[in-house]
Every structure is written in structure tokens, then in C-alpha cells.
């Protein structure tokens, strides 16, 4: 790769990127390397029963690197590919990095998992449903093992189902505007429980309850990045250097926040009302804003930053 | 077997282990040598949103707090996660991984955590109770899944018919507790007509310390590829320490 390159994908969209486009500008040029590689051809041996194409990362890709000079474990899910799924093989890679980051002590002390995925892949429901148990059980034990695990979101697919889990147990979470984030998708609510309950079209509407502002304001994030390599990079760095410990003291505090924050917005219907909440005078102007002025809002709300996740 | 009779059967010494009108299930139960069990969990089948979450992971995390090495059973009868759109807006992926991580934060700590599926275990419910304890058992008419096969059809474009027949031989994505138990999710299956009592001194005694479900996946056949591909990447990871 050449600087010119890295230069020109610095100021790259990450939403339309792809994993290994977004890897290639993230990472030091020249400074990935690998772990199964495509030339390995470890594939899906799952979808052809469905006459689905196969691919040789099989969505995942997984390596190490460095990150302004800094060691750095990674993996990045290609949102592109089968919605960037958990499934039997892109799983047990994730599984498979993370759990050799808690073994082996020589190994990147940080762990950086570029995450762009609806959850897991329907078509290996079971084999992608245990990974992602897997993944959090390893997400666990390698923080527990001192490691540093950041989520970064701001892709197509966002982090949804089993991700959106995944992202929740890291000890810190990036996410962009786009990055949007939850458990069960808009469309999923609308289908199930009516469009009256969830407007899946309504853009602004998914915008409001899943995108990255609302969750940086009430803490469901812990930094927020302008859509480009160099803002994902910029703040994962910055992330990197102050992670909460694994431990009973970080968890009863998460406690306390999440309960604290069911309570202040319980009553809520819409992230108008929580922003109302949150003191913030003008909840439509959050909308149109421009990311300085978002991060400059976000520095003057209670309750965004904290160490309890 | 009803609830109450199923709670009587695990814990024949005696139990103050109740089901709250939120049908989350909090309390104790007594071993045979006089030790106890810390119980939550979740019945009828209810879905697990925010307010579901607070008093168990908060219970969990006074085990802890406790100390000591009291093992944490978690019964687990739930349709799956809330689908509502506030529980969402307000994050509900962050409490339902902060319930996992308070259970493996227990087992951590030494607390052994097993799960049984007694009913229901769905989606992002499934995740966040049974699959984040060292052992999840089940009685014979559990039926954890992670969608059921009419929706998985609407989202993968595929006719229900052919859904159907696939997933008479491909454990790796149908419903059920045969497939769940192939792919290496369900350790065991208890016999109900057995006291429970005995073997759930019997899964006490066989917690793992690490997690195994992808060896068991392969030795059952159920999930070929996933320990050999992790062994694999950790293999080539740590024997590249210059990149």
C-alpha cells in the first residue's frame, strides 16, 4: 500500500467501505498481516445447501497490525457479505483471535473489532447464535486477562442482534453517525409487533432510536467518530489508553448507570423527549448539527462518559 | 412437570426460590449437604426486556459480593427478547450484555453457573441467560431456537417448504433441542424421570472451566469446523509475534 492511498482513504467514507478497505486505512501501511488468509480458502461449508455463493474469508478478516506505531490485534466483519453475520466459520475466527489474545501474554494487549453485522446468519442460526456466545464468553476472559477489547461501528449493516451483544460486552465502544446499534432491527419490530410500534421506514425515526447520536448521549456509546478512517482511527486511539477493568467494582457501576438510566427515561416515547431530558434545549437541532458542535453537546451532558461497562 | 414441581425436584431440602408476578424467578435452594444455590431465571415463557434484566443481573452481582463459591443456576423459559421500540431506544443491548457479563463475571469468580432450559430460549434472550453459563442442560421438552422456521423463511426468501426439509438433517441451523445439542449448545438432556437432585449434582460436578461447546459441536458432529478454525487462527497468531 502507498501513502498516497492511505492518505486518500483517510478522508474515505467507513459506511461505504469495506472490511478490508477500512482495515487497510485504519492499520500502519504495510503492517497487516493476516491470519487465515482467503488464499487458505476456509469457506462456509453451510451455504451452498441454500445455493448461496460461498467467500474465501467467509466475511471475516483477522490479523494483526499496527496503529500509529501501536500493536494491535484486529478483525473486521465485511457488512457486505451475507450482512457480515456470525456463522460457523467468520465465528470461530473472532473466537479464535480473541481467545489467543488471553493466552498468549506476548501477544497485542488491544484487540480492535471492527464490527458491521445484523447478527447471525439465519441460513447457520445455531453455529452463528454459539459463536456469538463464544465471542462474548472470549470478549470476557481476555479483558478479565487485562486485554483491551474496542468496538467499532459505523458500518451498513451497524450491530445488531448478536453484534449489537458483542458490542456491549468490549470495553469501550466507537460508534459513528451511521453506526447505528440495538438487539432486534426496526424491520423485525415492524414485522412482529406492528408498524404502529416500530415505523421501519420512517428513516428519521430509526435514526433517532438506533443511530450513534443518541446512543453517545445517554452513554450507549463511549466516543463518537466523524464517518472516515481517520476519525475511527483518531478515536480509537484515544480509547485504547483508558479501558475499564473486568471486574466486580466496573460491573456493579454498570449496574447503577443502566438502572439510573432506565429510570430518567423510562417514561420517555421518543429520543426528543430524552434529549429534552438530558437539559438539552434545542432536542431537533441534535439532528442537523455538525459533528463539532455534536461533540462539543456531548461534553456538557451528564452521563455520556463513564468506565462502567 | 410444573415449575413448582420441578423446583421441588431439584432441591428435595428445601427451596424459598419464587416466581414473581414479572415471572422472574429469585431465591435459594438447598443441596443434600447442606450448601446452597443461588437461582434466577425466567418463566412462562416471558420476553426478557430492560426491566427484566435489572433485578437478575443485580441479584448476580450480590452472589459476587457475597463471595464464597455458591454455584448460580439459571432457569430459563423465555420467548426471547422484548421486541419494543423503547426497550431499543433505550439500549436494551446493553443490559442484555450486562447480564451475561454479570454471570461470567460469577463463574470468574468462581461461582460455577449452569443453565436449564425448561421451556422456551430464544434470540438475544438465549444469549444473554442460558448460552452465558459454563453448562446449559435441558429437560426433554425445551425448545431453544434462535428464530422459528416461518420467520427465518420471510427473511431468507426461501419456502417454508424447503426450510422444512432441510432442517430435517442440518442441526447446524434448525430449531429445537436435538439441534442444539448437536451443534454443542446443550451439554445434556436430563431424564425427568430421574431425580433432579441427582443430576444436578451431577452437572455440578462436570462444570467445565473453559468453554468446550465447540469441541462438543464437533465430536457430535453437529458443528465440524468451529474448534478446529479457532485452534488454527490462535495457532498462527502466536507464531507470528513481528508483523
Known sequence: ?309 | MTLAEMLAGLFPAGHDVVTRPDHLILGTGRRANGSSVEVIGIADGEALGIAGVLPLSARVLDVVAVGGSAPILVLVDTQGQLMSRRDEMLGLNEYLAHLTKCLLLASHGGHPTIGLNYGKAVAGAFLATALATDILVALPDASPAVMDLPSMARVTKLPIERLTELSKTTPVFSPGLASMVAVGAVAEVWDPAKPLADQLEATLAAVPTRDMRDELGAERGGRRLAADIALRVARQASGVHHA
Open chain 1, 1 to 309: 500500500m502507498s501513502d498516497t492511498e492511505n492518505s486518500t482513504s483517510d478522508t474515505g467514507s467507513w459506511f461505504l467501505s469495506t472490511a478490508r478497505e477500512r482495515l487497510a486505512g485504519l492499520l500502519d501501511p504495510g503492517s497487516f498481516t493476516e491470519f487465515l488468509q482467503p488464499t487458505e480458502r476456509v469457506v462456509s461449508p453451510h451455504l451452498a445447501l441454500f445455493d448461496l455463493p460461498a467467500a474465501f474469508d467467509d466475511g471475516v478478516v483477522i490479523g494483526r497490525g499496527r496503529l500509529e506505531g501501536r500493536e494491535v490485534l484486529v478483525a473486521a466483519q465485511e457488512g457486505q457479505f451475507m450482512g457480515g453475520t456470525f456463522a460457523e466459520v467468520s465465528g470461530a475466527k473472532l473466537v479464535g483471535l480473541l481467545r489467543a489474545a488471553r493466552a498468549d501474554a506476548k501477544l497485542p494487549r488491544t484487540v480492535l473489532l471492527l464490527l458491521d453485522s445484523g447478527g447471525v446468519r439465519l441460513q447457520e442460526a445455531n453455529a452463528g447464535e454459539l459463536a456469538v456466545a463464544e465471542v462474548m464468553r472470549a470478549v470476557v476472559e481476555a479483558r478479565a486477562a487485562g486485554v483491551t477489547v474496542v468496538a467499532l461501528v459505523g458500518g451498513r449493516a451497524g450491530a445488531f442482534g448478536g453484534a449489537g451483544l458483542t458490542a456491549a460486552t468490549c470495553s469501550r465502544i466507537v460508534l459513528s453517525e451511521q453506526g447505528r446499534t440495538g438487539v432486534t432491527g426496526p424491520e423485525v419490530i415492524e414485522t412482529n409487533k406492528g408498524v404502529e410500534e416500530f415505523d421501519s421506514r420512517d428513516k428519521a425515526l430509526v435514526w433517532s432510536v438506533t443511530g450513534g447520536r443518541s446512543r453517545r448521549l445517554i452513554g450507549g456509546a463511549d466516543a463518537y467518530a466523524d464517518d472516515t478512517v481517520a476519525g475511527f482511527r483518531k478515536t480509537a486511539l484515544i480509547l485504547m489508553e483508558r479501558a475499564p477493568a473486568f471486574d466486580l467494582a466496573t460491573l456493579q457501576a454498570e449496574q447503577a448507570r443502566l438502572a439510573a438510566r432506565a429510570q430518567r427515561f423510562g417514561a420517555c416515547e421518543s429520543a426528543a423527549q430524552m434529549w429534552k431530558a438530558l437539559a438539552i434545549p434545542d432536542a431537533q437541532s441534535v439532528r442537523n448539527m455538525d459533528d463539532e458542535a455534536f461533540t462539543a453537546l456531548v461534553a456538557g451532558v451528564g452521563g455520556a462518559d463513564h468506565d462502567a461497562r
